[in-house]
């Protein structure tokens, strides 16, 4: 791949970085230029222009294509403007289409919740079963840092990536489809859509779905023809499976879908069920996702990369026959609680702190459908968990599992996570 004209990155994050590397070593003499909407343009070896001079700088053809990091919405109008300057744009992932994706097996996996735990489990699998296997996307490195590493490459996308991916994998995974991330695609319609663009389209790549992906008019549209679609297990398989789980530190029936696709995902490139129950008895959890915690008599939960209500459904029923309080809500992405508050009591929850902004609605709607649930409304996750710890005898696990993003309050979950965490250390210790 050769690049005539000079490149910018739009945004500085650890693809970008990535890409900078990936050019460098192509091409060491190529003028690269870098914007960002907010913060610091922190990438080595180029040279910032300001989001207000893009405009001006296309229209004089400083750079002649756009490589757009995942969090920019490729929505904006500076990519209409971009196109209609005839200057494309592409992304991380595309670049390692074109350089990489000869002669690989790629899995893509996606999907609104879970599609990190599955990719992790079938890398797991894959490499206990003895295949050359790398895992990268939002797990693992970026695309271009995986490179031409591995036989078979494993990427975790979300819906960001999949919106124009321009390249086939040879097997296409989606987990599940709830509305998320309405403010980067601008419509629940167009969130399905792009995220369905891993599928939903022409070629001979196999496809494999989650439990709650089936049965789901929408993706059986997508999938087209279902001979795509992977064998099911075996009953004598899922049970082995099952049986594996249950010896895991995976928790919740979402875990066990999860692994569930992941060895689908693994039989369909010539992994083995020695490998598949290898790799579950090698899992650990991710971090923020179901992270437990002890401290004195109290299970600490550290949900915090659940953005949607189905995460935080999720995350309640792994943890059957407890008395819970549970911390919810968080940044606004217009999305519907009615039915999360209406499971709250018989998923065992006692009090419910709400965080704003999601919180406010989700406290209403348990105050309607859960009028013995105590709520309190918290200004910030500080005041919540202390909130929480002055009534510690009313329960025994507290989950922080907020079904909304962090954006409003935090830089992103990870943050929040470790803020919960700290916090649980200081009160409950």
Known sequence: MQFDEPVLLYGAGREALSTRAF???RQPDLKVFV?????NADIPETEPIDIADLPAAMATRRFGLIVKS???SRYKPIFEAARNCAIPVTSNLNLWGASYRHDRTVVAITGTKGKSTTATLTHLM?????IDAGLAGN???APLEIADRHAVVIFELSSYQTADMNFLPDVAALTNLYPEHVDWHGSVERYYADKLHLIDRDGTFAVALGAAARGNALVARAVRDHRRLLPDLTAEQSLVIENAVARSRLRGAHNLDNALLAAQITLGVGGSMDGIVQGIAAFHPLPHRLEEHRFGEMTIVNDSISTTPEATKAALAAYPGRRIALIAGGHEREQDYAELAGLLA???V???ATLPVTGFRLAKAAEQRAPDIAVIQCPDLDQAVAALAAQ???FDTLILSPGAPSYNQFKNFEERGSRFVALCRTHFS
């Open 346 to 348: 018989s998923r065992g």
């Open 350 to 352: 006692r009090l419910l």
């Open 139 to 141: 797990v693992g490195l």
């Open 35 to 39: 914007t960002v909407d907010s913060g």
């Open 70 to 72: 995942p969090g920019v």
């Open 23 to 25: 050019l460098k070593a």
């Open 126 to 130: 894959l490499t206990r079963s003895g």
């Open 392 to 394: 510690r005898e009313r």
